[in-house]
C-alpha cells in the first residue's frame, strides 16, 4: 500500500512555471514507478508523465513534452513534476498515481496505476 500526499498546486498566470510534489511515506515508495495525469473539467483523465523507480527513465506525454519535467527523489520518498510556460488548457486538477515495478518501462493508462492522490488543482489565467 502506497499513500500520495499532494503539494504545489495554485493559481498563476499564463508564462508562469509551477512544481507539484507527491510525497509518499515509508520505504516501499522505491518499488513504485510514480506517473502524473491531469484531469480538466469535462474531459477525460490524461496522461502527462512518469518515471521510473530507480529514476533512471523517464516518459513524457504529447501535452507535457518540452514543457514539463518528471523527476523523484527517493531519499525523501517523493517525485515531482516541474512545469514552465503553463497556459489556460494546462488548468485542471492533477493527480500523481504508483504503481509497483522496478522495470525501466512503465504503462500510461490511468487503469493501471493502484495508487493516486487526492489530486491538486493547477489554474492558469491568460
Known amino acids: 500500500q502506497v499513500r500520495l500526499e499532494h503539494s504545489g498546486g495554485g493559481s498563476v498566470q499564463a508564462g508562469d512555471s509551477l512544481t507539484l510534489s507527491c510525497a509518499a511515506p515509508?520505504?516501499?515508495?522505491?518499488?513504485?514507478?510514480v506517473a502524473w495525469f491531469r484531469q480538466a473539467p469535462g474531459k477525460e483523465r490524461d496522461f502527462v508523465g512518469a518515471?521510473?523507480?530507480?529514476?533512471?527513465?523517464?516518459y513524457y506525454g504529447s501535452s507535457a513534452k518540452g514543457r514539463f519535467t518528471i523527476s523523484r527523489d527517493n531519499a525523501k520518498t517523493t517525485a515531482f513534476l516541474q512545469m514552465r510556460d503553463l497556459q489556460p488548457e494546462d488548468t485542471a486538477v492533477y493527480y500523481c498515481?504508483?504503481?509497483?515495478?522496478?522495470?525501466?518501462?512503465?504503462?500510461?493508462?490511468?487503469?493501471?496505476?493502484?495508487?493516486w492522490g487526492q489530486g491538486t488543482q493547477v489554474s492558469v489565467s491568460s
Open positions: 498515481a504508483a504503481r509497483a515495478t522496478l522495470l525501466q518501462t512503465f504503462p500510461t493508462v490511468a487503469d493501471e496505476f493502484p495508487y
Open positions: 515509508g520505504p516501499t515508495f522505491n518499488f513504485h514507478a
Open positions: 518515471v521510473s523507480a530507480s529514476g533512471g527513465n523517464t
